[in-house]
Structure formats: structure tokens, C-alpha cells
């Protein structure tokens, strides 16, 4: 597994913002930072370490509740391909699952090795709005459970323990409080020295409101149209 994501120099400022927690659901949810020069010490606080070196560290995610979000496939990481088929052969069959390797693995006490100065250049969006409209596309595939939300939030779910499912419904009224977003967006300003983590409140109100809006339109079985990712 990589180190990490860093942002490209020269892009769109919203790329900071989006390669430490992804999107402000997630990070309500996890808190665990894909920022290449945090990555690995909050993986540290985690899990267990098996090995370390001046490459690479190994941890040991098997006795960790809740399990960080780490998606080996997204994330650039590699695996043993005949091993997975072999081990879990349900995978083959169901596309939706190839999201979820690293808790496979960890069903099955393997461990997971994370590269040291390693990190990808991560070009996520070209835009504000076209990350918005990533944002808008995630709620509505978890919502909606089509086989991109399966291999979202809505298929992760199911790996953690019970009481984190319930976290979840917390994301709402802390939104709202505007007061709790806004200290996480001052303390993410400190530690980043970047404006952009600012937009956290925001971007906070605007999912919960596409939450709110789409579980509407499911209450009354009415099902919006669902393009591609991002559309």
C-alpha cells in the first residue's frame, strides 16, 4: 500500500481538502487522513505493528474497532491476485466487493504493508463544482444502494461493529450545530496552513442536505436518475 496521496502542484486548491478525508461524510465518519505526510503515523494510532524498517511499516488491523477506511484498489495498492480468488471466490462474481480487500483481509488475520516515501499524485478534481457533483453522486448511489454504493459506504458498513453503523445519523445534527464543523474546519486550518479546509462547513451543510433530500425521494419511492460517477 502507497504512503499516500499529495496534491499536485498548480491544480485546483479543493484537491488539499479532498485527498486528506475524501469528502466531509467521511471524514465525520473516519477521521483517518490519506495525506501522504500523515498517513502512516495515523495509521500507527490504529493498529498493531508488526514490523518497521526504513521502507516500509507492517500493521496488524485484526483486533482494530472500527477498522479505518482503507481501500486498497483506489488507494493504488497491490494484492495477490490468486490469493484473493482462491480465498474468496465471491469476489469474482461480485463486482461491488473488489472495494473491499483490506477487510477481507483482515477476516482473515492477514496484514497489511504500508510502503514509506511512496505517495501518489492524486488528481481528483478540476474543480469546486465538479467536486460537488462528486459529492451529490456518492449520496445518491449509498441512498439509492445501486453496486457503486455497495462498494461505498453502504458495503463498508457492514465489516464494522454495530454501534459504529449508528454513527452515521450523528453526521446530520452535527452538521447542523454548524458550531462542531466549524472547530474541526479552524483545527484542519492549523495543521494544514491551507484556507481551503474552511470550505469543511459548507461542504458539511451541502451533503447533509442531498442526505436529506435523496432519503426524501426514496421515502416516496421516487428514484432520481443515476449517471456515471460524478454526473
Not at 57 to 63: A, D, I, K
Not at 137 to 148: A, H, P, Y
Not at 191 to 199: G, Y
Request: charged share 20%.
Amino acid at each position: 500500500m502507497p504512503t499516500g496521496y499529495i496534491t499536485p502542484l498548480n491544480f485546483a486548491s479543493i484537491n488539499y481538502y479532498i485527498n486528506d478525508f475524501g469528502d466531509p461524510f467521511s471524514y465525520f465518519n473516519y477521521r483517518l487522513s490519506q495525506n501522504a505526510d500523515l498517513y502512516i503515523n495515523q495509521l500507527k494510532k490504529r493498529g498493531t505493528i508488526i514490523s518497521e524498517d526504513e521502507t516500509n511499516v507492517v500493521f496488524n488491523f485484526t483486533s482494530t474497532r472500527p477498522r479505518p477506511m482503507i481501500e486498497l484498489m483506489a488507494g493504488g495498492g497491490m494484492i495477490d491476485l490468486s490469493y484473493f480468488r482462491n480465498r474468496f471466490p465471491e469476489i469474482k462474481t461480485n463486482p461491488s466487493l473488489v472495494a473491499f480487500y483490506f477487510y477481507y483481509l483482515n477476516q482473515d488475520r492477514q496484514f497489511l504493508a504500508v510502503t514509506k516515501n511512496d505517495a501518489i499524485i492524486h488528481y481528483s478534481s478540476g474543480s469546486l463544482r465538479k467536486y460537488t457533483k462528486k459529492i451529490a453522486s456518492r449520496v445518491k448511489n449509498n441512498i439509492f444502494e445501486t453496486d457503486m454504493g455497495k462498494g461505498g459506504f453502504s458495503g463498508r458498513e457492514t465489516f464494522q461493529p454495530q454501534w459504529f453503523r449508528f454513527k452515521k445519523y450523528l453526521f446530520i445534527p452535527y452538521s447542523f450545530s454548524l458550531i462542531l464543523p466549524f472547530i474541526d474546519s479552524l483545527l484542519l486550518l492549523l495543521t494544514r496552513k491551507k484556507a481551503i479546509f474552511l470550505i469543511h462547513t459548507p461542504l458539511c451543510l451541502y451533503t447533509t442536505l442531498l442526505i436529506l433530500y435523496y432519503s426524501f425521494l426514496r421515502t416516496f419511492g421516487v428514484k432520481p436518475v443515476i449517471r456515471t460517477y460524478g454526473n
